[in-house]
C-alpha cells in the first residue's frame, strides 16, 4: 500500500494556530462506518452518542515542557534542545538544532547557567544524548520555569496558558506532544457523561519521538515506528473487562488510547490484563482491532501514521470521503482542531 493514498488537500488557513476558549465548543463529525453516513454536530453533543454501560478510554499522560533554549558555553551559539525520553538520572535522549554544533563533550547552558547540558553521545537526524545538571534536587521545577510546550512545527502562534495544551485529567508526566484527542473534554463534561452511566477509565501512553517523524518510506509497509511507553493498570484492566462482559462499548479517546489497547489485546489475548512496557505497534489498513469498539480522533496530518490508523478503523475510502468533506466544510486541523467520532450505528437515527 502506497503512502501517498492517504494525501489529501488541506488549505494553510484550516491549521488551527490557537485552542478555543471553551474545550467543548469544537466542531464534531461523526462518522458512521455500518451506515456510510456522516454527520456534522458540535462536541458537546458527544453524550447524544453514547450509552450507559459503554466506557470512554482517556490518555493521562501529561506533557513536559520539553523544548528549551540555550547556548553552546564556548561560543555563545543559540540552540534549540528537545526532551525526547529519560534514560537515566538527569540524562536524557533529545533532539537538537542546529545538531551539527553539538559534539561530545559540548556543553550548553540555559537560563544564564540556571540549567547546563553536556552531550555524551552524538547520534544520527539531530539526536543527542545529553547529561543535566543544576543548582537544586528538582529538575522537573527548572523544566517549568524555563522550558516551552513542544508544539508541533505547523503551530506558528505561542501559546499564553501552557494547560491549554495539556488535557484536564493529564496526570502522569513523561510526553512531548498531547493526546490531542482528549483535549476537547472539561471536568464538567465528564462528569456529566459519568452521571449518564457511561464509564471513564484511564490508560497511559506516553508520546514521542514518532510524532516528530514524517513517514518517509514510499510503502505503508515499510514505515518503523519508534518505541512509546505505555501502561494499563489492574483496575482498568478489570473495569474493561466488565464493560466487555456486559455488553458495552469500548470508546477510545484518541490514536494513542487505542495504541494501548490494541497493544494490550495482541497475541492472542482474549482478555485486558495489566502490564506496562515499550510499544511500537503500528496500524494501517488491513489491521482487525481487538481492543476499540469505537474512536474519538481530531483530524490528522496527510500521509501520517494517525491518519493511517484512523482509516483501519473506518475504511480507508470511508476517511478520505470525511476528510474532503472537513475540508469542504473548513473544519479546524490538527492539535488544536475539530473532532470526529468513529462508531457503528451513531447515524442511524437520521
Known amino acids: 500500500m502506497r503512502v501517498d493514498e492517504f494525501n489529501f488537500n488541506l488549505p494553510e488557513h484550516l491549521i488551527a494556530q490557537t485552542p478555543l476558549k471553551d474545550r467543548t465548543k469544537s466542531r464534531l463529525m461523526v462518522v458512521d462506518p455500518d451506515t456510510q453516513k456522516i454527520e456534522h454536530r458540535a462536541f458537546n453533543d458527544i453524550k447524544e452518542f453514547l450509552k450507559p454501560g459503554d466506557c470512554l478510554v482517556l490518555n493521562d499522560t501529561r506533557v513536559l515542557p520539553a523544548r528549551l533554549y540555550g547556548m553552546k558555553e564556548d561560543t555563545g551559539a543559540k540552540i534549540e534542545v528537545l526532551l525526547l525520553k529519560e534514560e537515566g538520572q538527569d540524562r536524557w535522549k533529545t533532539l537538537v538544532k542546529p545538531a551539527k554544533r553539538i559534539k561530545e563533550g559540548t556543553t550548553i547552558t540555559f537560563g544564564n547557567g540556571l540549567l547546563s547540558a553536556t552531550c555524551v553521545v552524538a547520534g544520527d537526524q539531530g539526536e543527542r544524548e545529553l547529561t543535566f545538571s543544576y543548582e537544586g534536587e528538582d529538575f522537573f521545577k527548572i523544566l517549568d520555569e524555563l522550558g516551552e510546550m513542544p508544539l508541533p512545527p505547523y503551530i506558528r502562534e505561542q501559546l499564553q496558558d501552557k494547560e491549554r495544551y495539556q488535557t484536564v ?77 456486559d455488553g458495552g462499548r469500548i470508546i ?83 492539535s488544536f482542531g475539530d ?10 437515527h437520521l
Open 252 to 334: 477510545a479517546v484518541g490514536t494513542t488510547s487505542s495504541r494501548t489497547l490494541e497493544t494490550v489485546m495482541q497475541n492472542g489475548a482474549t482478555e485486558f490484563t495489566e502490564q506496562s512496557g515499550w510499544t511500537d505497534i503500528f496500524i494501517y489498513p488491513g489491521y482487525t482491532f481487538k481492543g476499540i469498539d469505537g474512536l474519538i480522533t481530531n483530524f490528522h496530518l496527510p500521509q501520517s501514521t494517525l491518519i493511517m490508523l484512523v482509516s483501519a478503523f473506518a475504511g480507508k475510502d470511508l476517511i478520505m470521503k470525511a476528510y474532503e468533506e472537513a475540508v469542504d466544510q473548513e473544519y479546524r486541523f490538527f
Open 169 to 245: 485529567f493529564s496526570k502522569h508526566t513523561g510526553s512531548v506532544a498531547a493526546p490531542t484527542a482528549g483535549l476537547h473534554f472539561t471536568e464538567d463534561l465528564l462528569n456529566e457523561i459519568q452521571e449518564y452511566g457511561v464509564h471513564i477509565a484511564y490508560i497511559t501512553l506516553h508520546v514521542g519521538l514518532g510524532t516528530f517523524r514524517p513517514v518517509t518510506a514510499d510503502v505503508v509497509e515499510e514505515h518503523e515506528m519508534h518505541g512509546e511507553y505505555y501502561q494499563i493498570s489492574k483496575g482498568t484492566a478489570n473495569l474493561l473487562n466488565q464493560v466487555r462482559k
Open 339 to 348: 473532532s470526529m467520532l468513529i462508531l457503528e450505528g451513531s447515524t442511524k
